[in-house]
């Protein structure tokens, strides 16, 4: 199983950014068994859950940290999971990271999945 990330850049404070991540080496039944999450890791930080799409159709966001801007979406046909992200701040600037697990229940815990993707640079900047 692969995960390819993609999407990220620079933008000014107020833009808007979407990331997006691609699952591979799976069928398409087995795709929509997956936990579909997006982490970020800023500079001398640790991972921090940014949004989640589950296995059960359970969508959930580190409101403090994103506070309503960001809007996650998978599309199963295509086998993708996307980060729509709007407002961006400065404290957004990080690699944001896509990760899976078939039946994971506990979303916002970065230990505990499984595949992850090779991560895309977030920039806000003026």
């Known amino acids: 199983v692969q995960l390819q990330a993609c999407g990220g850049g620079a933008v000014q404070p107020g833009g808007s950014l979407r990331v997006s991540c691609g699952v591979s080496?799976?069928?398409?039944?087995?795709?929509?068994?997956?936990?579909l999450g997006w982490f970020r890791q800023a500079p001398g930080k640790e991972y921090e859950f940014v949004a989640a799409?589950?296995?059960?159709?359970?969508?959930?966001y580190n409101t403090r940290a994103v506070k309503g801007r960001f809007s996650i979406s998978r599309d199963n046909a295509k086998m993708t999971v996307a980060l729509q992200m709007n407002n961006l701040e400065p404290d957004d600037t990080a690699v944001y990271y896509c990760a899976g697990r078939i039946f994971y229940d506990a979303y916002f815990d970065d230990r505990g999945y499984s595949y992850w993707g090779q991560g895309t640079l977030v920039t806000v900047s003026s």
């Open positions: 799409n589950t296995w059960n159709g359970t969508i959930a």
């Open positions: 080496g799976v069928i398409f039944s087995t795709f929509g068994r997956f936990t």
